[in-house]
């Protein structure tokens, strides 16, 4: 149980493009989802908190206009990089909570390549 | 405010033997502990996790990590690791009030040696 899927795996695209990518929690509801960056061989970063039907809360230095996150259902968030840069390249993963003690469930993350 | 310290980036370690990766913690109220295991390309899996209770905690691949308040210490210990456990370990942190708030350290990989 407590799967999560994270869409795409893998994104390369042209400078300027938006990329979309999205997390889904396919056997549990996910009250709190979690982006967050990971540069290589460094720790996770945590980008941004979403709760179903709110507004994400962004951590100190992350983008809200860069960054858009979108948390419409209790199993399904998303992170669009707009107009990514190469400087945007990096591994983004995801995570999804049940809320209160329930540990986080990680999606197995997506490489941005920003050419 | 937490903060989690893993020593060691790098432990390589030959295949059967045992094997410790230390986490110590900093936090001015009590907390949760987990240990996470990231295979190359992909997200993070849990191990274990200690919430209250035993301060023997045993995870999954037959791992295991004790809880030492007085040392603000949560070492993963394996006894014996194979060829498949090489991959990167990270110690995580969260307040009581519940694991929304994970604080990793940054990380140990651990390398099996055939």
């Known amino acids: 149980g407590a799967v999560v899927s994270q869409h795409p795996s893998r994104v390369i695209c042209k400078s300027g493009t938006s990329v979309k990518i999205e997390c889904r929690s396919l056997?549990?509801?996910?009250?709190?989802m979690f982006w967050y960056r990971q540069f290589p061989k460094q720790s996770l970063m945590l980008m941004a908190t979403s709760n179903e039907g709110s507004k994400a809360t962004y951590e100190q230095g992350v983008e809200k206009d860069k960054f858009l996150i979108n948390h419409a259902s209790l199993t399904l968030s998303t992170l669009t990089v707009a107009s990514a840069h190469p400087e945007d390249s990096s591994f983004y993963i995801c995570s999804a909570s049940g809320g209160g003690n329930q540990p986080q469930h990680f999606g197995d993350g997506t490489r941005l390549s920003i050419l | 405010a937490q903060s989690v310290t893993q020593l060691d980036s790098q432990v390589p370690v030959f295949e059967e033997a045992p094997v410790e990766l230390r986490c110590n913690y900093s936090?001015?109220?009590?907390?949760?502990l987990f240990w996470y295991v990231q295979y190359p390309n992909q997200g993070l899996q849990l191990l274990l996790k200690?919430?209250?209770?035993?301060?023997l905690v045993k995870g999954i691949n037959g791992f295991e990590a004790e809880f030492n308040k007085s040392q603000t210490s949560f070492h993963l210990r394996k006894p014996s690791v194979h060829i498949s456990d090489t991959a990167e370990y990270f110690c995580?942190?969260?307040?009581?009030?519940?694991?929304?708030?994970?604080?990793f350290g940054t990380g140990t990989r651990l390398t099996v040696i055939p």
């Open positions: 936090s001015s109220v009590s907390v949760y």
């Open positions: 056997d549990f509801q996910a009250t709190t």
């Open positions: 200690y919430l209250s209770g035993s301060t």
């Open positions: 995580a942190v969260s307040p009581p009030t519940g694991a929304n708030n994970l604080f």
